[in-house]
């Protein structure tokens, strides 16, 4: 193991260059020739490797998104464009492939690794924390936080008129920063990602803001996930004024919550697993991700986290349901 390469793919996420700076200075530290790439597999097909030194990560851990930037590459599904980046990286004696993403991305890497040899390690960053296999992804936490000052805010006018606001949250499928930021925010009710408008339980929403007024509770927080279908929050504010006569205000958070700079957690998790990625492949480690497991980073095979999470945490929906009562 001489070259090692790195990139990040999807959408960005606070922490990125936490992993990236952890990468780069464990390669330099063991001999090996760290190689960036811009833009993901995108940048991998247009041939933007450049070398890296200590200097290139210097000032960025506190950063949000990427030092390499990033980009959604979906002609990588094809087996004949994987052929073409297997070719460019053995051209340029890359030994093997560090991929910071979600599980679209561990999918690419997977699939290079199993039609090429090419030793790959995953390292998850997605603000969606939904990557089968571990239980956290880097920028989580941030997006979280930023969420959450955002809906302090709203409260404080939200009483103030004695409104309702729907405020919605990233997560086209993901259900877990709706979730995280309905318990803390002690939201009144949690959409969670549909497909179909339809899906949306309105009369119960109604009902729980009537039961609010009649106890004299004069604002509500409904949290909503962005979900497949644009313009979700719209649909919810006028079928509560159409069919329930109830007013309110929507808010959209949007990729505000993809920026900023990554929180003490997002650092942590995001440095160790930069660390352990390199490490990983001089122990000769030929396809793994860097996983949260049980309050560790350890590895796991990257075949098991090529799928998504969309269960939805129950018990905490619970507390949630219990405590806006
Ligand atoms: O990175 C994850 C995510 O932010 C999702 O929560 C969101 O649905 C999607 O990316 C937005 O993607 P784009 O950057 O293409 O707008």
Not at 121 to 137: A, L, M
Not at 179 to 184: I, K, N, Q, R, T
Request: aromatic share 4%; charged share 25%.
């Amino acid at each position: 193991m001489n070259r090692i390469a790195v990139l990040c793919s999807g959408g960005d996420s606070p922490g990125m260059n936490c992993a990236i700076r952890a990468v780069v200075r464990t390669c330099l530290a063991n001999d090996i020739e760290i190689f960036g790439i811009r833009r993901g597999y995108a940048g991998l097909l247009e041939g933007s490797q450049h070398q890296m030194d200590t200097a290139s990560v210097g000032n960025i851990l506190q950063k949000g998104g990427t030092i390499l930037q990033t980009s959604r590459c979906p002609e990588f599904i094809k087996p004949e464009i994987r052929a073409e980046a297997a070719h460019i990286l053995k051209r340029k004696n890359i030994d093997a492939l560090i991929v910071i993403g979600g599980n679209g991305s561990f999918n690419g890497a997977w699939e290079l690794h199993k039609e090429h040899g090419i030793p790959v390690v995953g390292i998850p960053g997605t603000i969606d924390n939904d990557i089968e296999g571990t239980d956290y992804s880097i920028g989580f936490d941030t997006a979280v936080q930023t969420a959450i000052e955002a809906v302090d805010k709203i409260r404080d006018t939200a009483h103030s008129h004695d409104r309702t606001f729907i405020v919605e949250v990233m997560g086209r499928k993901s259900p877990a920063i709706a979730l995280h930021v309905g318990l803390c925010t002690g939201a009144e009710n949690i959409i969670f990602p549909v497909q179909e408008e339809k899906e949306v339980d309105i009369d119960t929403i109604a009902n729980d803001i009537k039961r609010g007024l009649k106890r004299g509770k004069g604002s509500s927080i409904i949290i909503a996930s962005e979900g497949e279908t644009e313009g979700l929050s719209h649909y919810v504010h006028n079928e509560l004024l159409d069919k329930h006569k109830l007013d309110s205000r929507v808010c959209i958070l949007g990729h505000i919550q993809r920026g900023g700079n990554p929180t003490a957690r997002d650092r942590f998790i995001a440095t160790q697993m930069g660390h352990l990625a390199v490490k990983s492949l001089l122990a000769g480690e030929k396809a793994s991700v860097t996983a949260e497991q049980n309050g560790q980073v350890v590895l796991e095979k990257l075949e098991n986290c090529l799928g998504k999470k969309f269960e939805v945490e129950e018990k905490y929906v619970e507390i949630v349901k219990t405590l806006s009562k």
